[in-house]
Structure formats: C-alpha cells, structure tokens
C-alpha cells in the first residue's frame, strides 16, 4: 500500500530553496517588509510499507484527535531539548484555533494557510483572542502518524525551523482525518 502526504509551506522572508512546504511565520516588524516576498511551494511524496513510519491509520474520534495533538506537542519538545531549546508550553488558546483549522480543512476539503472561513492564521489568531508578538503555523496532510507528521517537518528546512525557532514560547496542535496543524507563538 502507498501512503500520500503532502506538506505545505508558505513563509513571509522565504528560503531560497523551499522544496517542500510547511511554515507561515509573522513578526510586527517584519510584516510589511517581506509581504512582496511571499513564495508558496507545495511537494507530495509517497512512502512505500516498507518505511519506518508507516502505521495504522488514527481514527477520528475527538479523542483520538485530541491524543495526536498532544503526542505531536511532546515529539515537538524533544525536538527542543535536542536542539538545547526551551520546550514550547500547550496554550489553551491556540489549542483550540488549531484544532479548529484542523477541522475546517478537513470539512472543507482545502489545504492552505489562508482558510475561506477564517483567513490568515493571524487573523484566525485574533479571531480566538490569541495575543502574541511573533507567530508561525506548520500544516500537513496525509500522514498517518504523529511520528510521520513530525519526521517529515523535521525533514523540511522550513517546518523544522518553525519547531526550533527560539523565539517560540507557546504551541497548540490540531489533527482531523489526516490534516495535522501546528500553530506557535511568543507571548
């Protein structure tokens, strides 16, 4: 059996090689000076049964959801400490909008950084109350693992940069039906 996933990467001060995509990262300072310099880029790659990460399929329960979310948050945080970071805190908040955009692209069948419901992650941000000083959100879909999801944005310059980026403080983590978001901010 082939497994598709597909992850996807828009970055404002993009990379000039971003083969695979993942990362949407904003700062007030920065905001107007790389709007012009937003590149997109989207890559899907199969994996055979015969690689390391393929396993059984999550089911779709709001526990079941709830359970990735929460396995991709501490895979998130190792991540950190190997990279002698400090680990990201689960915020109530962005849990929440995370688990929304999940769902939305889910139900919606869409798979961008900008949703037709909410729009931009931060404007979806300020939508919940989110207050931050610097934000970034990671999407993904058709991985059918935590581990999966976390190897391939490790793989990806762009995502694993969103994970170890020192400026983060918080995290909040949504799965629905194979779409996997992670949302990150600074408070």
């Given at each position: 059996?082939?497994?598709?996933?597909?992850?996807k990467?828009?970055?404002?001060?993009?990379?000039?090689?971003?083969?695979?995509?993942?990362?949407?990262?904003?700062?007030?300072?920065?905001?107007a000076?790389?709007?012009?310099s937003?590149?997109?880029?989207i890559?899907?790659?199969?994996?055979?049964?015969?690689?390391?990460?393929?396993t059984?399929?999550?089911?779709?329960?709001?526990?079941?959801?709830?359970?990735?979310?929460?396995?991709?948050?501490?895979?998130?945080?190792?991540?950190?400490?190997?990279a002698?970071?400090?680990?990201?805190?689960?915020?109530?908040?962005?849990?929440?909008?995370?688990q929304?955009?999940?769902?939305?692209?889910a139900?919606?069948?869409?798979?961008?950084?900008?949703?037709?419901t909410?729009?931009?992650?931060?404007?979806?941000?300020?939508?919940?109350?989110?207050?931050?000083?610097?934000a970034?959100?990671?999407?993904?879909?058709?991985?059918?693992?935590?581990?999966?999801?976390?190897?391939?944005?490790?793989?990806?310059?762009g995502?694993?940069?969103?994970?170890?980026?020192?400026?983060?403080?918080?995290?909040?983590?949504?799965?629905?039906?194979?779409?996997?978001?992670q949302?990150?901010?600074?408070?």
């Amino acid at each position: 059996m082939i497994w598709k996933s597909k992850i996807k990467r828009i970055a404002i001060a993009t990379t000039a090689a971003a083969l695979v995509a993942g990362t949407f990262t904003w700062s007030p300072l920065a905001q107007a000076a790389n709007a012009a310099s937003t590149t997109k880029a989207i890559a899907t790659s199969s994996h055979s049964s015969n690689n390391t990460y393929t396993t059984t399929r999550l089911g779709t329960s709001a526990a079941t959801s709830a359970a990735a979310a929460a396995k991709v948050a501490k895979l998130v945080n190792e991540q950190r400490a190997k990279a002698g970071l400090k680990p990201l805190t689960v915020d109530t908040k962005l849990q929440k909008m995370a688990q929304t955009k999940a769902n939305d692209m889910a139900s919606k069948g869409y798979f961008s950084h900008t949703s037709p419901t909410y729009g931009t992650p931060f404007k979806m941000m300020d939508k919940f109350g989110i207050t931050y000083t610097y934000a970034g959100e990671n999407i993904a879909k058709g991985q059918s693992s935590a581990a999966q999801v976390m190897k391939d944005w490790m793989n990806s310059p762009g995502h694993k940069a969103n994970i170890l980026k020192k400026q983060y403080t918080h995290i909040g983590v949504g799965f629905k039906n194979g779409v996997w978001v992670q949302e990150f901010i600074r408070k």
